[in-house]
Nanobody
């Protein structure tokens, strides 16, 4: 049974950092592209970052460029999202998702992803 479990969310002050993890089980992790998405209340789910199967190719959404870093450890079946210099606009539920194979265009299109985790809440506030 394919499963994605996010962790690492929480409450952080503006300017702070968090590292999210996405632990995968039940499938061959390294044949899937990994994406991180987020959804704030009343807003559409948006792409934050994605990473190719090998980890070589990475893409970032406009709101995360320069502050967030996506990575993966295929040996541990885990993906990560390091988030620095957080601000209140980053408050959202963060989801990891997988799509089979590599995306040769943008990998930030949520409709292309097949499986999703349950999400982890990130709140940036004083």
């Amino acid at each position: 049974q394919l499963q994605l479990v996010e962790s690492g969310g929480g409450l952080v002050e503006p300017g702070g950092s968090l590292r999210l993890s996405c632990a995968a089980s039940g499938f061959t992790f390294d044949v899937y592209t990994i994406g991180w998405f987020r959804q704030a209340p009343g807003k559409e789910r948006e792409g934050v970052a994605c990473i190719s199967r090998s980890g070589y190719r990475k893409q970032y959404g406009d709101s995360s460029k320069g502050r967030f870093t996506i990575s993966r450890d295929n040996a541990k079946n885990t993906a990560y999202l390091q988030m620095n210099n957080l601000n209140p606009e980053d408050t959202a539920v963060y989801y990891c998702a997988v799509l089979y194979g590599d995306s040769y265009g943008t990998c930030l299109i949520k409709s292309e992803y097949h499986y999703w985790g349950q999400g982890t809440q990130v709140t940036v506030s004083t």
